[in-house]
């Protein structure tokens, strides 16, 4: 099934619906699961069923019905009214462990299909990112009908411009990186702020120019620790005397792998990401002489109520993944693209990352006002003179 392809189901089938939210919470998924359920509910006279913490509750069968007080008065909320769940994977999920805690996985994807079929549910509209959408492949696969919506604050679902959630975590790193830049300025010191995102720089990369910090490093551009220490004794001899670093927490020095904080065997993605804000600062101290601080900013990005902008995006997606249900579409993810709301498969999404291009346009205007991105480029054109943004 391509992009171009769409498995038309009967719309006058689809009479009662299933929302889960899978992954890490983000702001939105209240906004989005009330665009859904109300939608459903007013327009198609649908029943609206939530499960719970994401496919952990199929494969538990907590499924509950939803009212339209249930979905009233949350679209400014944050997380989700329905829980959800990182860890979980049906088709490799930790049923036990053994007595040296070593994890055994089984595929109990059957399980998920009978709480569907014993609820009735005719269709499935899943609320996620890349891991939610590669978890509800096997049921696009076996017959069942999902609609996917795009989560994620790393904005990193391939097949559309922007996920819900990614706003707010910007808006969110872009007033920490500004308080850092003013206790930079007193203290005439260099800030290194870590910020979320996994494989993708998008976090890093828009908070970054949003905030004029004078260094963005992300996986993308693989950075030059010497070229680093040269970029920040320059600014520092020559500039304002501080420096605000960013990065993001997937960056890797060139040559080198991603920092890992520790590993969840017990976990489908069992890789978590950490630490890499500190390596840099430590690279600074060695090559400079200058005071370095570290601020991690972790899971604050993922919470608090979705800014105005997220809750329009959020809105729009889930009533368009009503209205392209209702038109017969299964198997779709509903995606914005040139700004405009479209749907793709599901399927050649499930398992692929839109990372940040090394050509983006935000990049070369991000480097045009002297920005670094930790490799000799800007030390190449002078950076010795470049002030900062802000």
């Known amino acids: 099934m391509g992009y171009s392809s769409r498995l038309l189901m009967s719309p006058d089938t689809i009479k009662r619906i299933g929302i889960l939210t899978g992954g890490g919470d983000c702001p939105g998924l209240n906004?989005?699961?009330?665009?859904?359920?109300?939608?459903?509910?007013?327009?198609?006279?649908m029943e609206v069923f939530g499960i719970e913490d994401g496919f952990q509750g199929l494969i538990e069968n907590r499924v509950r019905p939803l009212s339209f007080?249930?979905?009233s008065g949350i679209l400014t909320r944050g997380g989700t009214i329905l829980g959800s769940n990182n860890r979980c994977n049906?088709?490799?999920y930790c049923t036990s462990q053994l007595a040296d805690g070593t994890p055994v996985f089984s595929d109990v994807t059957a399980t998920c299909l009978q709480t569907i079929r014993g609820h009735k549910l005719d269709a499935v509209i899943v609320i996620?990112?890349?891991?939610?959408?590669?978890?509800?492949?096997?049921?696009v696969e076996a017959g069942v009908n999902v609609i996917g919506i795009p989560k994620t604050i790393d904005n990193d679902l391939f097949g559309t411009e922007i996920t819900f959630g990614f706003l707010t975590a910007v808006a969110?790193?872009?007033?920490?990186?500004?308080?850092?830049?003013?206790?930079a300025d007193s203290h005439h010191r260099v800030m290194v702020c870590e910020v979320m995102g996994r494989n993708a720089g998008w976090i890093a990369l828009t908070a970054g120019v949003a905030s004029g910090s004078d260094m963005i490093l992300i996986p993308e551009i693989p950075f030059d620790e010497d070229a680093i220490g040269e970029y920040i004794t320059q600014r520092m001899e020559g500039g304002p005397g501080f420096a605000i670093?960013?990065?993001?927490?997937?960056a890797r020095r060139a040559g080198g792998s991603q920092v890992i904080a520790r590993i969840d065997p017990t976990s489908a993605d069992p890789v978590r990401l950490g630490g890499i804000g500190q390596r840099v600062a430590d690279a600074i101290g060695t090559r400079t002489n200058v005071e370095v601080r570290t601020t991690v900013l972790g899971h604050v990005l993922r919470g608090g109520m979705p800014i105005a902008a997220d809750r329009i995006l959020a809105?729009?997606?889930g009533y368009h993944a009503i209205s392209i249900l209702m038109e017969g579409a299964s198997g779709r993810l509903v995606v914005r693209e040139n700004n405009v709301f479209s749907d793709v498969d599901l399927l050649v999404s499930a398992g692929r990352q839109r990372l940040v291009p090394t050509n983006h346009a935000l990049i070369t205007a991000a480097r045009a006002v002297g920005t670094s991105f930790g490799d000799r480029a800007t030390l190449a054109r002078g950076a010795s003179g470049t002030s900062s943004v802000v």
């Open 128 to 139: 996620g990112g890349d891991g939610t959408m590669c978890c509800a492949a096997p049921l």
């Open 69 to 71: 007080r249930d979905v």
């Open 245 to 250: 670093v960013v990065v993001a927490e997937g």
């Open 90 to 92: 049906p088709q490799r």
């Open 172 to 183: 969110t790193a872009t007033e920490a990186l500004d308080r850092l830049h003013s206790t």
């Open 31 to 45: 906004a989005v699961i009330r665009a859904v359920a109300k939608t459903a509910m007013l327009q198609f006279r």
């Open 315 to 317: 809105t729009n997606f």
